[in-house]
């Protein structure tokens, strides 16, 4: 293969569309030892679910291959349970399908719940971002929302997200109704990975290709045991007659089933025995590591640039985040003008190896050097293409 591939600078952050980041130490050594050997699937992801109970505190766990195939997951098992024949009949259903969201909670990812066979439903005003406003969704807002047709209530956990997961939780638990939790990105705080579980949620999907540094094509959903059973049955291969499949049985419980469904909505989203060591391995590896040395590391590469930088820095430039351990600090280039800012952007992606810096939706003039998917030896082109 004479062909010439280009590569890039990713100074962006974990973006699928940039490829992610590098692998955590550990994680390729596990893919290859994966490799050399084989599993029954359904005892692999059982013991990926033993695995992601112990890191989240949730009763189970599945390895997806994304947060957003979590997401599809999740609504395939609030819409199915444990409902055989449901689960055959996905994205059609007959039953409750409907999922209740705050519109400020809307994103492109929850597309994922509408594949499932999921009908969206909007409730709530995110007044502040009109910046007449000051209220966002509120609890009471979807309590006057459930009804027969509800089958869960959709939560995407940020630091500004309203109202508090708690809240929405109560009122989920009142009316028997699952929670879902998008924390995908919410990584660090490491305290994230119990948090929202802890916090009742039934389940939550995290991205393994993000701040976790697993294989950027997976992704790990967590929660209650009959909902990770059912997601898990509409994910792994169903090729199988139900007399002759003895999956481990904390698992995947066959006394609770009348039969296996066919191969259910999420089986194209499956996952490899690679992605699952390599989940795993990037799991353990992030929980034994902790924020405070992960800062302390991201901190280092931020110090070299602006240190490197020194008078040659094209515009203001600092270190934003570095007292706070359990957030990833940055570079920030803060220039007097959006166009200034998309010009000096625009020039470093013109480059023969192009560099991507992170943009702000709502502040253009600002452009940031994220660090998690930065190699050591990317660091001084970096710095040398800054001061152009
Ligand atoms: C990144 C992201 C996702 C998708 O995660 P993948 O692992 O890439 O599928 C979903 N939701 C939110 C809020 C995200 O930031």
């Given amino acids: 293969?004479?062909?010439?591939?280009?590569?890039?600078?990713?100074?962006?952050?974990?973006?699928?569309?940039?490829?992610?980041?590098?692998?955590?130490?550990?994680?390729?050594?596990?893919?290859?030892?994966?490799?050399?050997?084989?599993?029954?699937?359904?005892?692999?992801?059982?013991?990926?679910?033993?695995?992601?109970?112990?890191?989240?505190?949730?009763?189970?766990?599945?390895?997806?291959?994304?947060?957003?195939?979590?997401?599809?997951?999740?609504?395939?098992?609030?819409l199915a349970r444990l409902d055989v024949r449901r689960m055959n009949n996905l994205p059609l259903t007959d039953g409750p399908d409907e999922i209740i969201v705050a519109r400020g909670h809307r994103n492109g990812y929850d597309h994922a719940l509408r594949a499932a066979g999921a009908k969206l439903i909007e409730i709530g005003l995110p007044e502040p971002l009109s910046g007449a406003g000051i209220r966002d969704a509120e609890p009471w807002e979807y309590e006057a929302a459930i009804g027969p047709k509800t089958a869960a209530i959709f939560y995407v956990a940020s630091r500004l997200a309203q109202p508090e997961l708690i809240?929405?939780?109560?009122?989920?638990?009142?009316?028997?109704?699952?929670?879902?939790?998008?924390?995908?990105?919410?990584?660090?705080?490491?305290?994230?990975?119990?948090?929202?579980?802890?916090?009742?949620?039934?389940?939550?999907?995290?991205?393994?290709?993000?701040?976790?540094?697993?294989?950027?094509?997976?992704?790990?959903?967590?929660?209650?045991?009959?909902?990770?059973?059912?997601a898990a049955l509409q994910?792994?291969?169903?090729?199988?007659?139900?007399?002759?499949?003895?999956?481990?049985?904390?698992?995947?419980?066959?006394?609770?089933?009348?039969?296996?469904?066919?191969?259910?909505?999420?089986?194209?989203?499956?996952?490899?025995?690679?992605?699952?060591?390599?989940l795993l391995a990037a799991l353990d590896h992030f929980v034994a590591e902790g924020d405070p040395t992960r800062h302390a590391r991201w901190l280092s590469i931020c110090e070299t640039i602006v240190d490197g930088l020194g008078s040659s820095a094209p515009t203001e430039v600092k270190v934003s985040g570095s007292s706070d351990t359990e957030c990833v600090p940055v570079v920030e280039m803060r220039f007097s003008d959006r166009d200034l800012a998309d010009r000096f952007h625009r020039t470093l992606m013109e480059l023969p190896t192009p560099i991507h810096l992170a943009r702000h939706g709502f502040e253009p003039e600002l452009l940031t050097v994220n660090p998690t998917c930065l190699r050591e030896h990317e660091v001084e082109p970096l710095i040398e293409a800054l001061k152009l």
């Avoid at 004479?2 to 596990?30: F, H, K």
């Avoid at 947060?67 to 609030?78: H, T």
């Fill in 167 to 230: 809240d929405v939780v109560a009122i989920a638990r009142a009316h028997e109704l699952p929670v879902i939790v998008d924390a995908a990105a919410e990584l660090p705080p490491a305290a994230n990975l119990r948090r929202f579980v802890g916090t009742g949620a039934d389940l939550v999907v995290f991205s393994g290709g993000k701040a976790l540094r697993g294989p950027a094509g997976a992704g790990l959903l967590c929660g209650r045991a009959d909902l990770i059973m059912s």
């Fill in 235 to 278: 994910n792994l291969d169903m090729d199988i007659q139900f007399s002759r499949w003895h999956p481990p049985a904390d698992f995947i419980d066959l006394a609770r089933l009348p039969g296996l469904p066919r191969q259910g909505i999420g089986r194209s989203c499956k996952v490899g025995k690679h992605d699952v060591m390599g």
């Fill in 1 to 78: 293969m004479e062909r010439d591939l280009p590569t890039i600078i990713n100074a962006a952050g974990t973006l699928t569309r940039l490829s992610a980041g590098p692998l955590a130490p550990g994680v390729l050594q596990a893919m290859a030892l994966a490799d050399e050997t084989s599993y029954d699937m359904a005892v692999l992801q059982a013991h990926a679910s033993r695995c992601i109970a112990d890191a989240t505190g949730a009763q189970a766990g599945l390895v997806t291959s994304g947060a957003a195939a979590g997401l599809l997951l999740a609504g395939a098992a609030v």
